[in-house]
């Protein structure tokens, strides 16, 4: 009794981190999904950030190449849907994630974006030029 006591006020800290890691996961999960339906398809995709109201959605291209005429989402998600806790930040530097034809990124949306959790946790994922992201995270 007297462990679960003292161990018992860790648990929501541990619980809002684990969020956030996972909401990140599936984050650039999701990047790297548009990549490679961009190789597949040769077809531009987009994912568009709305930091306001703390989601995203997806796009892809009504045609193929490298010209866009139009777009159709293919899915939107919400960070709350993980946890009410998460947002992005107003660190994020990049709103709109654009994947050419050949699964690179345009070169205009490198960058971080922030996630962020009431504890002042953050999940960083960068992004390069070739699509790949990495995710480092700073738990508080």
């Given at each position: 009794a007297i462990v679960a006591g003292i161990a018992y006020p860790s648990f929501p800290r541990l619980a809002m981190n684990n969020y956030l890691k996972t909401a990140a996961r599936d984050f650039a999960s999701?990047?790297?999904?548009?990549?490679?339906?961009?190789?597949?398809?040769?077809?531009?995709?987009?994912?568009?950030?709305?930091?306001?109201?703390n989601n995203y959605t997806m796009e892809e291209c009504t045609n193929t190449g490298a010209v866009c005429n139009g777009w159709n989402q293919i899915g939107q998600k919400n960070l709350a849907s993980v946890s009410n806790d998460l947002i992005f930040t107003a660190a994020t530097n990049t709103t709109t994630l654009r994947f050419e034809p050949r699964g690179t990124l345009?070169?205009?949306?490198?960058?971080?974006?922030?996630?962020?959790?009431?504890?002042?946790?953050?999940?960083?994922?960068?992004?390069n030029i070739t699509g790949r992201s990495r995710v480092q995270f700073i738990l508080q």
């Open positions: 999701d990047i790297a999904g548009l990549k490679e339906r961009s190789l597949a398809e040769y077809r531009i995709h987009r994912l568009s950030i709305d930091v306001n109201n345009n070169p205009a949306d490198i960058g971080t974006i922030v996630l962020q959790n009431r504890l002042f946790s953050t999940a960083t994922i960068t992004l």
